[in-house]
């Protein structure tokens, strides 16, 4: 784990630095905030392209005989979902059904699977799966130190791999293939965190670099632009994706996250199945709910009202330049207020008139049918 | 509207135009560390404000900042087409993205304040 004092660079970053990246510490990685501007960026994600240095993601391979027993064992979701080729979006469960992570688990082959983790929780879901493993034949590697991430995302996108990679064209949402580029042994998924179509590539840091020019070379005609983290953070919270660590964590589960689709229970035992059971029979006491703001900007810890009481506080919440207004998301109690019962949200000292709203708030290219069709 | 050497600053990033009616804003280097205005709360006319108080508040995609009077009086008028338009506080800080206009009432206070090119060299040893 790094100290406060070690800060991490990716193998990118020079490059992050050269196109005019400005660069903060985020959970100890140093990765750029923005470019040009956190709305440019945002906008041309959901007109054209932009592209991002994700390297902080982590990834564990799970491999051996027992690899799809361990990973059906540890998630929510059913990873038999997953068949060669295809992965899937699933929440790593605790004894207390509270997340150990949200994930991607892709299934490279029957017995080889990439888990795509959260940065911050690389090292801890390593250890986790080892613990979960007991005797089972399976092989668990955290190999995040040895790959970088590049996400390419927006509608433009695909036009973009026409003539660079038309395998991957094919993939349909969650899919992912092996492939050679510059040499190197990449892997390339129609996978990202904008809810714009688009792929994120895992590859070796040796051509990373020639890798992202590669991009922005191909995205030329369609205007891509780099983008930072807080477009990362404005184009997924429009999506209602989840940010582990603010959203979700050990001691809230995916019921109450509102991502129930996640929770398969009728695929067999699970860690932490029993608890959710019994919290589809009786209900959740509390659930992450979706508001959109009449004016001001909300922000994470701000307090939720309904009827001058307090039900709850913000998890996320920014402006959202698709929507022109301010959009959050916090776990609330009454945990099922229909979309527009009125809410109050307090910023800096005074109540603001919010409104209960559905999640995702904007549905991208990504929410399409019939990608890769 | 004035130049950047026209008008004085605060070490908390704000301009004063100062005179009988004195205009307010934030520096440009303030707007471009601040990233993407879409939100300015005002003052109201009328309110009295006191040197170096919170009188406003600018927000940013990432972040809330703010205001602080950089002198003491009442406010005469404020620019609501920076409450339609906050972008205009990054397109033109000096000019289109003024704030509010006050009637200070201790001028000394004004002498206080730095000037541009003692702002400029302010900016410099911040970045170290």
């Known amino acids: ?89 699933s929440h790593v469960t605790n004894p207390n059904a509270g997340l150990v992570d949200d994930i991607i688990a892709f299934c490279l082959a029957s017995d080889r699977y990439l888990v795509i983790v959260n940065a911050a929780t690389s090292t801890k879901d390593y250890e986790w799966f080892k613990s979960q493993a007991g005797r089972m034949r399976v092989k668990i ?47 390339v998924s129609r996978t990202g965190y904008t809810g714009e179509d688009g792929f994120e590539i895992t590859a070796p840091h040796s051509m990373i670099n020639q890798l992202w020019e590669d991009m922005m070379e191909l995205g030329k005609p369609c205007g891509i632009v780099p983008c930072g983290l807080g477009a990362r953070d ?95 998301v916090g776990y609330i109690t009454p945990p099922d207020l229909k979309p527009g019962a009125p809410l109050e949200v307090e910023i800096h000292g005074k109540r603001v008139k919010a409104e209960v709203a559905r999640v995702p708030f904007h549905k991208g290219t990504a929410f399409n049918k019939g990608i890769g069709a | 509207m004035p130049k950047p050497e026209e008008v004085k600053y605060t070490k908390t990033h704000e301009w004063v135009h100062l005179g009988a009616e004195a205009a307010v804003g934030i520096s440009d280097h303030a707007q471009h560390e601040m990233g993407d205005v879409v939100f300015v709360e005002l003052p109201k006319v009328g309110q009295k404000l006191e040197k170096e108080k919170p009188c406003a508040v600018v927000e940013s995609v990432k972040s809330a900042f703010d205001i602080y009077s950089p002198v003491s009086g009442e406010v005469t008028a404020v620019n609501e087409a920076v409450t339609i338009d906050p972008a205009l506080l990054n397109q033109a800080p000096l000019e289109g993205g003024w704030l509010f206009k006050m009637k200070p009432s201790n001028p000394a206070e004004g002498e206080t304040l730095m000037d541009w090119a003692a702002y400029q060299e302010f900016v410099k040893q911040a970045a170290h």
């Open chain 1, 234 to 328: 404005t184009l997924r919270l429009e999506s209602g994706y989840l940010l582990y660590g603010q959203d979700v964590d050990d001691f809230h589960t995916t019921y109450e996250s509102g991502y129930g689709w996640v929770v398969s229970l009728d695929k067999g035992d699970f860690t932490g199945r029993e608890i959710l059971v019994r919290q589809k029979a009786e209900g959740v006491k509390r659930r992450l709910t979706g508001l959109t703001l009449t004016g001001g900007v909300p922000r994470p810890g701000c307090k939720i009202f309904m009827d001058g009481k307090q039900v709850g506080e913000l998890a996320s919440a920014t402006y959202s330049p698709t929507l022109k207004k301010g959009i959050g």
């Open chain 1, 1 to 89: 784990m790094p100290t406060a004092t070690t800060i991490r660079r990716t193998a990118l970053n020079e490059t992050m630095r050269k196109y005019g990246g400005k660069m903060v510490d985020f959970h100890g990685w140093e990765l750029p905030i923005q470019f040009a501007g956190i709305l440019k960026e945002h906008e041309a994600v959901r007109k054209s392209a932009g592209i991002f240095d994700v390297s902080h993601m982590g990834q564990v391979f799970v491999t051996g005989a027992d690899a799809f027993t361990l990973l059906q064992k540890t998630n929510a979701n059913d990873l038999r979902k997953a068949t060669p080729g295809k992965g899937v979006y």
């Open chain 1, 141 to 187: 590697e955290n190999k995040s130190e040895d790959y970088s991430m590049i996400a390419i995302q927006g509608p433009s996108v695909p036009k973009m791999f026409e003539t660079f990679a038309p395998e991957a064209l094919k993939l349909p949402r969650f899919g992912i293939v092996e492939k050679d580029i510059r040499g190197e042994h990449c892997y």
